[in-house]
């Protein structure tokens, strides 16, 4: 993303959303989990930018997003939701009436009106995007590749790329290897290099109509100091009989602690710098209970800034890299987005096209992650070292949080949940799909 308003000025620029919850509420809710974490979603108040409505929170990071993943595979993974919710906004300016009211369901949007579309989109887009670029750097690319033949709207062109950062763009999809390197090519190049094939080898075919990619970049240091003098190896527990050797950073500061035993929980919130976001870790008490954890995401993410408490504690975790790639759609069919897939059922011709002529064959989405002692970066550049034993850390007035077994984690920005993701094995930085 480039451009942004000056987070200095009063009034509607210095707005900053209560905490977002991305996703419904379908509580696995038993008398042990009645609380203020299960009871009502949180809403994103967008009054400072002429959305006077409260917006119900968004669908695409539901428990069935999770359950899929896990089901896919055991191991780590991290997705960006809110892009997919911004992208689809977008779309569903531009389709007809029936595609529009799938989008318009499947999303809760029922509280926001088609010309409210643009102001919102254009809102949480400002919420993410810090003009200083020395407290981080957040931008997205979201980018449509429509079938060379067909008629891209100039107003939507125009409207989508000003609103919603969705460039359009034709592409002959016959040629399936060069679309596939120029797909790649777009999205390594929008990133800087850090995100690469965002097109798995194989997944295009030469009747593919439209194919959407989305990725982002984000830069953050920590609020409190990491030093790297601490970091040493230790045993991260993955699975019964099964642990890794890996680095774990060491400070001792303050952090955020929540301890909620009714879920089995306890919750860490690492501060990025001046506290314009957070890594927030939920860690099961139970070595291997990350399982029932997923089960009850709806009530993890329902944690809100005022639940946590400062504490000084002495906190240990592995440093980590996940990258994923995602392919949204049949995720989407689930939550009830079916005609804008389906061929001869979307209509999208504000969009390009004509009638019932063009449907979305992948939308797609790669996330890639670093937690290192500087902060948190989506790039995949990694260098693991040789580390020597080194004292534990002294501080009897801490409070200990060792993180060496299987979490879920989050990622706040500005107070709006950006990336979700979980962590079962931080020996392995592979391509997850």
């Not at 400072?48 to 428990?63: A, C, M, R, W």
């Not at 329902?302 to 392919?327: E, G, L």
Request: aromatic share 10%.
């Amino acid at each position: 993303m480039s451009g942004s308003s000056s987070t200095s000025k009063k009034a509607k620029s210095e707005y900053i959303p209560e905490n977002v919850l991305f996703g419904r509420l379908l509580l696995k809710s038993g008398p042990e989990l009645v609380g203020r974490l299960v009871t009502k979603p949180k809403f994103l108040t967008l009054t400072g930018y002429e959305v006077s409505k409260q917006i119900p929170t968004f669908h695409t990071n539901d428990l069935c997003t999770f359950k899929r993943l896990r089901s896919r595979n055991e191991e780590n993974f991290v997705i960006c939701p809110i892009l997919i919710d911004i992208i689809l906004m977008g779309i569903r300016l531009g389709a007809g009436e029936e595609t529009a009211n799938e989008i318009k369901v499947a999303l809760q949007h029922t509280a926001i009106d088609r010309p409210e579309l643009k102001r919102t989109a254009k809102a949480l887009i400002h919420v993410l995007r810090e003009e200083d670029r020395s407290l981080y750097q957040f931008y997205s690319i979201q980018k449509m590749f429509v079938r060379s033949g067909h008629t891209i709207k100039r107003n939507f062109k125009i409207l989508s790329e000003g609103a919603f950062y969705l460039d359009i763009e034709a592409l002959n999809f016959r040629d399936v290897a060069n679309a596939e390197n120029k797909i790649n090519r777009y999205v390594n190049n929008r990133t800087l290099s850090a995100v690469e094939g965002i097109v798995p080898s194989g997944l295009l075919s030469s009747e593919c109509k439209i194919v959407i990619a989305s990725s982002a970049y984000y830069w953050a240091e920590w609020d409190a100091e990491i030093n790297r003098a601490y970091t040493n190896i230790q045993t991260f527990m993955c699975r019964p009989n099964y642990a890794v050797q890996v680095e774990f950073m060491h400070s001792v500061a303050s952090y955020g602690y929540l301890d909620c035993e009714p879920l089995g929980v306890r919750f860490l919130q690492m501060h990025l710098k001046n506290k314009q976001g957070a890594l927030i870790i939920a860690l099961p008490r139970n070595t291997f209970g990350l399982a029932r954890l997923e089960e009850n995401i709806e009530a993890v993410l329902n944690v809100s800034d005022k639940d946590f408490k400062d504490r000084r504690m002495r906190i240990a975790m592995p440093k980590f890299v996940i990258s994923t790639t995602q392919d949204w759609k049949e995720l989407l069919m689930e939550l009830g987005i079916t005609k804008l897939f389906t061929e001869g059922q979307a209509e999208i011709s504000d969009i390009a096209g004509e009638p019932f002529d063009l449907h979305v064959n992948h939308l797609l989405q790669k996330t890639v992650i670093r937690v290192i002692e500087d902060g948190i970066e989506t790039t995949t550049v990694y260098f693991p070292q040789k580390m020597r034993p080194i004292p534990y850390v002294v501080a009897e007035d801490a409070l200990d949080f060792i993180v060496d077994h299987p979490f879920m984690f989050f990622i706040k920005i500005r107070k709006v949940i950006v990336y979700i993701g979980r962590l079962v094995d931080p020996s392995r930085a592979d391509e997850v799909y």
